[in-house]
């Protein structure tokens, strides 16, 4: 049998995916249509609209037992960002697979300004503040800056 008609085109993929209902929920949940490819293409030109998006990675180790009480606060940080902050692109928290008290926290902004002005003056980010410096439950950490290249590929 030839490779080409071994390996599915996108539209059966999908098709196989909806049967399984994994297609379909990842496009529902990127706010797609059934065309993947009109929404890929649209993410793009979307992208395009944001040069030199300002990109900020923290690392954080907390010290034992310290990463469930900042997630609690950091929550209402994220929701704030969300709700209140239309030029915070990503706030993102991720959990490390190999250490369980360590995260990193993405966050993606159309300019420095927004970083600075915006989110780091908002109550909750100020008041999580306060909380890590009053309860010293952060062990180490690293903050790097970086700008966007438009290169490579993000859904918002």
């Not at 900042?70 to 239309?86: D, G, I, M, Q």
């Not at 970083?115 to 908002?122: F, I, K, Q, R």
Request: aromatic share 10%; net charge neutral.
């Amino acid at each position: 049998m030839p490779l080409n008609e071994f390996i599915p085109t996108w539209r059966q993929a999908l098709a196989m995916g909806v049967a399984f209902g994994i297609g379909g929920c990842i496009l529902k949940a990127l706010n797609c249509p059934a065309d993947g490819w009109t929404c890929c293409k649209k993410k793009a030109a979307a992208k395009a609209d944001h040069k030199n998006v300002l990109v900020l990675l923290v690392h954080l180790k907390f010290k034992e037992g310290g990463l469930s009480q900042f997630l609690e606060k950091w929550t209402a940080v994220a929701n704030h960002c969300r709700e209140h902050e239309p030029n915070t692109l990503t706030y993102e928290l991720s959990r490390s697979e190999s250490d369980k008290n360590s995260v990193i926290i993405y966050e993606r902004y159309i300019q420095k300004e927004d970083l600075a002005v915006t989110h780091n003056t908002s109550r909750p980010f100020t008041k999580l503040q306060e909380f890590l410096v009053e309860t010293n439950i952060v062990e180490s950490k690293s903050i790097e800056f970086f700008y966007e290249s438009n290169i490579g590929y993000t859904s918002k």
